[in-house]
């Protein structure tokens, strides 16, 4: 049974907001899923035993073992040692990602159908998959359960089967895609220029952020929102979560990995989440490190102030100052690599909040793009708009007669999805349009 | 197109005679190379091996009558073998080339020979080439032997070089003298007409 | 706007049943030596990596076939790896196709009895040009005999003896796919020319062929430069841009080109027929004065050749005068200086656009424009054209992409795509849509107003 200081409490599914449609569970889509230590299945007879999570279960163990034999075959291609040395497999009926990780030790694989992907509208991108299928669960892993992937034996594979079941079985219904690939790929975090659901700030590591981010809102939050709606709870109480040592693993300026201990605490809508950093020294282990002592404190100390900041926060909403974007016949997407501040009209609570209301505030009136389209973004963007350079300008038309135009200025990256309008006939006009948009809606978003 | 003069009477009568003659032979022996020094006196390291057949012509002075030869030079993979009998019928001479370093192609010889033996016009002039012969450190195909084995089945025999050039034109001229260049039939025209289709005459090929 | 589309509308509908049976060349009975044992090389692998790309072929059941600028004998295991991947997933009920990683990508086809595979760091239409090989394959075997070998020889054996002396065919296939781009998009490029001297020309040629009767000649081209000078046909029969392609790469082997040699050559054409064989004609007549220019003559008899070798002839010497003799200086020079289209006849503003590309999609001939600076030396080209060759993949992947702006600081692409043609467009950097618009509507009006010199329009049948 567990209790409320594990984490994986928290995965539990009970409450599920809407699906909005600009975002899909990677479950309609996916074939199969696993993690293989290949070390473990070495002996002949025993490849079976590489296997240390697959989903789904009705799967026959042989297959299973064929399956993941063939991504560890894959390695026969050598590369570079990168953390995150990967290969893609297209076929004529799935699309495939596999995945290195923890020095080459495990294998992450995932196949998605393209039969099913199809029927959802879902535009297969491959390089969008791999991050929120592959790169996003292991992140998300070795956040909470880096002590276990690192110091992996023998003897421990049992309990670490165990935790990856628990883990992933409750992670992978509740992954996923957006139906534009790119905003996965891009994969920043919405700032606070919508509400809720949005960063307000942030002093961790960028690559931790958005994964961090991810696992707030997609998981944890949800699942805490439940007793709140219940009437009987006084509304200005703040509340922890709170979780056991050994947890979280941060980079720091050198992008080594350090200890901290990750508090969360909730008042109305504003969500804070602190980490304390192990001390270099060890200490007795009977002290905690995060005492009783400390959270009365830190309760006492934010209660009050969070709660401020909250209700003002939902006054800002439709107030003069609100500063989003109002609903426009076109979509959109913005991204700031240095900050990874991203927003677009596909807003993941654009049509939900998190308490499952839908707020139409910031909704495209756009209709939604075809799937052609959203995948056409992805191609151009990645096929003419170079990374490395900070200048960039591209227009791709569609015989749907979409337009696709994206803009690079100073590294900072505008996307506009422009429906068919008898206002942009040419690339003249398009031209023309996306500089009116620009200055009338991102003038102080993009060029600041 | 160069006619090799080989001590024509001046001002004698001169009839043009034309032959097809077709070189067989296992890939890589230097059929084109031999070729290639008997029509343009060149040779190349590295000759390309043949796409298909190659056709060419080169004309030879004998003392009475001047030759003209129709050379198919054949490509000699294993592909192309079921094409042979296509460059070889009504061809009244043909060059069966080995390479005297290479036992192989010596044993792919002696089965062309047969082939031809079997299949093409009984009339055929039929030499025995062994190429490469500036090799003779490399050989492996006794001279003796080849000799043997032509004297046994009626074939010129001489061991060539394309590279140096020894016994190239030599072995075209024992042929062009084995050929029959008999006494012309009808017309006395010195020429040959292009224009007509060729014609398979017993024993002359002179118009 | 409505724009004619400059390069012909005769178009080449693949529907055109051609109903024509081929003679077949019967395999040797006799087998020779099996191959020397295989070692694999790890070295051989490392040098492989420094490569931009590989294309290798082996049979279904793991033979190795061929690797270009490698033995295979020292790659088998990379080949039975290769052969191991396909045919899992092909126990899975799927097949395989493509594998990438960060900076490579592999893609296979699998066209029974043979597994075909490229490792290329550049992802462009990958898939077609391993289309493009085994057609090329297929046109020394033929389909039929392609697959009744391993029938009649068993699975183990080693196809390379029925290759030999074709690497080097293959090779060129490969790499002149990767280097012109009239390939790439599965056209033809023609050789310009005054439009009278084409007409001439393929008069002639045509003339000739018809006056000799003979029942199977069915095409003949005069080829320089891999581009057609001229071509003509039998009634209706017309031949696939991929097919001339093949003829193309065959003619333009250099042992072909000498002077006084005729060849005559058995050769599977695969989109016209894949069963049998052709047999093709190959004359360079003006060798030895130094003009590279080739007439290939084809027909379905393999006892044609005599009949062909007199065509020849006639299309040397007829019609001797002073017409002639103009036709010829201007051939020469055609053949030997060509002209290809510079972009400076546009017209004012011109300077702008740096190259072009532009294919017409019924005729299917492309017409690629004159190097010009800044796109002189082969650095500079290829950077442009690597550019262009991603935009024709996205236009391939894409099929729905009908405009394509692209601008940076190094240059600015402009795509169009329509339904009659499409056109591929290299300007400098900073160059507004307006200006390129501009640009492009000059270009089109050029070229339809040259278009005889740079298009085959009408392809005469005897």
């Not at chain 1, 004529?92 to 509208?121: C, P, R, T, W």
């Not at chain 1, 015989?399 to 996307?415: F, M």
């Not at chain 2, 001046?10 to 290639?36: D, H, I, R, W, Y």
Request: aromatic residues 10%.
């Amino acid at each position: 049974m567990l209790s409320v200081a594990n984490p994986l409490y928290f995965f539990t599914s009970s409450v599920e907001a809407p699906t909005p449609l600009s975002r899909l569970r990677i479950a309609d889509v996916m074939d199969f899923f696993f993690v293989v230590h290949p070390d473990s299945g070495r002996k002949e007879g025993d490849e079976h035993k590489r296997i240390m999570y697959f989903n789904p279960k009705v799967e026959a163990l042989d297959k299973q073992t064929e399956i993941t034999g063939f991504a560890e075959a894959l390695q026969f291609l050598r590369e570079i040692e990168e953390e995150f040395d990967f290969r893609t497999v297209s076929t004529q009926k799935s699309d495939h990602v596999y995945i290195q990780v923890e020095k080459q030790k495990f294998i992450l694989g995932i196949s998605l159908s393209k039969q099913m992907a199809f029927h959802s509208n879902y535009p297969l991108y491959l390089p969008a998959v791999k991050k929120t299928s592959s790169v996003i669960p292991t992140r998300l892993f070795r956040l909470f359960f880096s002590a276990i992937f690192g110091s992996f034996r023998e003897n421990d594979e049992e309990k670490f089967k165990e935790r990856l079941e628990l883990f992933f079985s409750r992670f992978l219904p509740l992954l996923k895609v957006q139906r534009l690939p790119i905003l996965d790929q891009l994969g920043g975090v919405e700032f606070f220029y919508h509400f809720p659901g949005k960063l307000l700030y942030y002093s961790i590591s960028k690559q931790d952020l958005p994964v961090l981010f991810r696992y707030l809102t997609q998981n944890l939050l949800p699942t805490a929102i439940a007793p709140e709606l219940e009437p009987t709870r006084a509304a200005n109480k703040g509340r922890f979560f709170y979780r056991n040592p050994d947890d979280v693993e941060l980079d720091d300026e050198e992008e080594l990995l350090e200890r901290y201990q990750m508090i969360v605490y909730r008042c109305l809508n504003a969500t804070v989440c602190m980490f304390v950093r192990f001390p270099d020294v060890e200490t007795s282990s009977k002290e905690q490190i995060v005492s009783r002592r400390m959270l009365r404190n830190i309760d006492a100390y934010l209660e009050t102030d969070l709660s401020n900041l909250a209700s003002r926060i939902g006054d800002e909403i439709g107030g003069e100052n609100d500063l989003r974007p109002e609903a426009t016949d076109f979509h959109y997407v913005y991204f700031n690599p240095a900050s990874l501040s991203m927003t677009s009209s596909f807003s993941s609570t654009s049509s939900e909040g998190l308490d499952g209301t839908t707020a139409s505030v910031g909704v495209a009136k756009a209709p939604p793009p075809p799937v052609d389209v959203n995948r056409l973004v992805c191609e151009t963007l990645s096929g003419f708009v170079s990374e490395s350079e900070e200048f960039g300008e591209c227009f791709a038309k569609s015989e749907t007669d979409w337009w696709v135009v994206i803009k690079k200025v100073n590294s900072r990256l505008l996307v506009l999805l422009l429906p068919p309008s008898s206002y942009q006939q040419s690339l003249a006009d398009v031209q023309s349009r996306t500089q009116v948009i620009v200055k009338s809606h991102f003038k102080a978003i993009f060029f600041n | 197109m160069a006619a090799r003069n080989t001590g024509a009477r001046p001002g004698g009568p001169n009839k043009t005679c034309q032959f097809k003659l077709v070189l067989l032979g296992e890939s890589a022996v230097g059929k084109s190379s031999l070729v290639l020094r008997f029509v343009k006196g060149q040779f190349h390291e590295y000759q390309e091996s043949t796409i298909g057949a190659a056709f060419l012509t080169q004309t030879v002075c004998l003392d009475d009558a001047t030759v003209k030869f129709e050379i198919w030079d054949t490509a000699g993979q294993e592909r192309y073998h079921s094409l042979a009998p296509m460059y070889y019928r009504g061809a009244q001479a043909a060059i069966v080339v080995y390479d005297i370093t290479n036992q192989e192609s010596f044993q792919k010889a002696k089965n062309w020979v047969k082939e031809l033996q079997r299949q093409a016009s009984p009339n055929i002039v039929m030499a025995l080439a062994g190429n490469k012969a500036d090799m003779a450190n490399k050989r492996v195909v006794e001279y003796e032997e080849a000799q043997a084995y032509a004297e046994e089945n009626a074939l010129l025999f001489m061991e060539t070089s394309a590279k140096t050039s020894m016994n190239v034109n030599d072995i075209f001229m024992a042929i062009a003298k084995k050929l029959p260049i008999g006494p012309p039939q009808g017309e006395t025209t010195g020429t040959v007409d292009m224009n007509q289709p060729q014609q398979q005459q017993k024993g002359s090929c002179c118009k | 706007m409505e724009i004619e589309a400059p390069g012909g509308s005769e178009s080449f509908t693949e529907d055109d049943i051609q109903n024509l049976s081929l003679q077949q060349i019967d395999l040797p009975e006799q087998d020779a030596e099996t191959a020397s044992i295989m070692e694999s090389d790890e070295t051989v692998l490392d040098r492989l990596a420094c490569l931009p790309y590989q294309a290798f072929v082996l049979s279904e059941y793991g033979r190795p076939i061929f690797v270009n600028s490698g033995n295979e004998e020292q790659l088998c295991s990379l080949f039975a790896v290769i052969g191991i991947f396909v045919s899992r997933v092909k126990l899975w009920g799927d097949e395989l196709m493509t594998i990438t990683s960060k900076d490579r990508q592999i893609q296979f086809l699998h066209r029974t009895p043979l597994i075909l595979c490229i490792v290329s760091k550049y992802g462009e239409k990958l898939d077609e040009q391993l289309e493009v090989l085994f057609e090329q394959i297929v046109s020394t075997l033929s389909r039929a005999q392609l697959e009744s070998v391993y029938r009649k020889k068993g699975d183990n054996y080693d196809l390379r003896r029925l290759l030999r002396g074709t690497d080097r065919l293959i090779e060129s296939s490969v790499s002149s796919w990767r280097g012109t781009l009239s390939s790439i998009h599965s056209a033809i490029s023609v050789l310009p020319m005054n439009p009278g001297d084409r007409e001439f020309l393929s008069a002639t040629m045509s003339g000739c062929l018809g006056a000799a009767k003979l029942d199977g000649a069915l095409f003949g081209v005069m080829v320089a430069h891999r581009q057609i000078a001229s071509y003509v046909r039998f009634k209706n029969y017309v031949m696939h841009p991929r097919d001339m392609n093949i003829v193309i790469n065959l003619v333009s082997d250099k042992s072909l080109q000498v002077a006084e040699a005729q060849t005559w050559t058995p050769i599977c054409l695969p989109h016209f027929n894949d069963t049998g064989f052709f047999y093709a004609y190959i004359a360079y007549p003006w060798e030895a004065k130094g003009i590279p220019a080739c007439l290939v003559l084809l027909s379905v008899k393999r006892d044609h050749f005599d009949g062909l070798n007199e065509v020849k002839k006639r299309i040397l010497f007829k019609k001797i005068g002073s017409e002639r003799e103009i036709f010829f200086g201007n051939f020469s020079t055609a053949v030997v200086k060509p002209n290809l289209f510079a972009i400076s006849q546009i017209g004012s503003n011109s300077e702008s656009l740096w190259s072009f590309v532009y294919r017409n999609h019924l005729s299917k001939q492309v017409c690629i424009s004159a190097s010009k600076i800044p796109l002189i030396s082969r650095e500079e080209r290829w950077d442009s054209r690597s550019d262009l060759r991603k935009a024709d993949a996205l236009v391939s992947k894409e099929g729905h992409l009908r405009t394509l702006f692209v601008r940076n600081t190094k240059n600015s692409l402009l795509i169009w795509v329509t339904d009659k043609f499409s056109l591929q467009c290299v300007f400098g950097p900073f160059v507004s849509a307006i200006v390129a618009f501009t640009v492009v509507d000059k270009l089109l009006k050029s070229l339809k107003s040259h278009e005889q010199r740079y298009f085959i329009i009408h392809t005469p049948s005897f």
